[in-house]
Nanobody, 122 residues
Framework: HVQLVESGGGSVQAGGSLKLSCVASGASARLRCMGWFRQAPGQEREAVAGINSDGSTNYAESAKGRFTISRDNAKNTLYLQMDNLKPEDTAMYTC?????????????????WGQGTQVTVS
């Protein structure tokens, strides 16, 4: 049973930075893809970025140039470095994982989800 636990959210001013972490436990060795999704109040969940176990990455347009996704396979930990944050980045950020390769067009197929960590940008 895979568990994903996020941390690192908080409140920052526009232009600031945050680094999110997600620790995977359980059968995490089978998680080829790990990614970040976010959901703001009243809006649909959207993908932010994904990274495969081989290091290949995908980014949503809104994240390109400002966010960096990385993972430490030895520590079963996923990261999201967020720089130059904007108020529109305010959302609940959730870690997700799947056994296949990452894709960002839908959250369907991601079998494992964390509880989320709140990011607020003012």
């Amino acid at each position: 049973h895979v568990q994903l636990v996020e941390s690192g959210g908080g409140s920052v001013q526009a232009g600031g930075s945050l680094k999110l972490s997600c620790v995977a436990s359980g059968a995490s060795a089978r998680l080829r893809c790990m990614g970040w999704f976010r959901q703001a109040p009243g809006q649909e969940r959207e993908a932010v970025a994904g990274i495969n176990s081989d290091g290949s990455t995908n980014y949503a347009e809104s994240a390109k140039g400002r966010f960096t996704i990385s993972r430490d396979n030895a520590k079963n930990t996923l990261y999201l470095q967020m720089d130059n944050l904007k108020p529109e980045d305010t959302a609940m950020y959730t870690c997700a994982a799947r056994g296949g390769y990452c894709y960002l067009h839908t959250s369907s197929g991601y079998n494992h989800w964390g509880q989320g960590t709140q990011v607020t940008v003012s």
